[in-house]
């Protein structure tokens, strides 16, 4: 029974980990797309490629983060 319950506080705990991964690189997906949106027809060239950037980067992190966790699982695979 105790394990089953350390298995279930690991897996909590893990999902919360990746939930705070993934959301960090959405939020500056979402926020420098919505300055783009509302704001793009006044913003310089530069903070227009700025914005972009900032997408760009988070949407690696966010394909660097999907990678690792493949890799976890295939190597957990391996494994058992």
Same mark, same amino acid.
């Given at each position: !029974? $105790?394990? &089953?319950?350390?298995? =279930?506080? #690991?897996?909590?705990?893990?999902? *919360? ?5 993934? +959301? $960090?690189?959405?939020? *500056?997906? #979402?926020?420098? $797309?919505? #300055?783009?949106?509302? @704001? ?8 227009? /490629? &700025? @914005? =972009? /950037?900032?997408? +760009? ?12 966790? =493949? ?7 391996? !494994?058992?």
């Amino acid at each position: !029974m $105790t394990s &089953q319950k350390e298995l =279930l506080e #690991l897996k909590s705990k893990f999902f *919360a980990t990746i939930a705070h991964d993934f +959301r $960090t690189p959405l939020a *500056a997906i #979402l926020l420098s $797309t919505e #300055l783009l949106e509302n @704001y793009g027809h006044i913003c310089s060239e530069e903070q227009k /490629r &700025q @914005y =972009l /950037r900032c997408i +760009r980067e988070a949407a690696e992190q966010i394909n660097d983060l999907f990678n690792e966790a =493949l890799t976890n699982h295939d190597a957990d695979d391996d !494994m058992g």
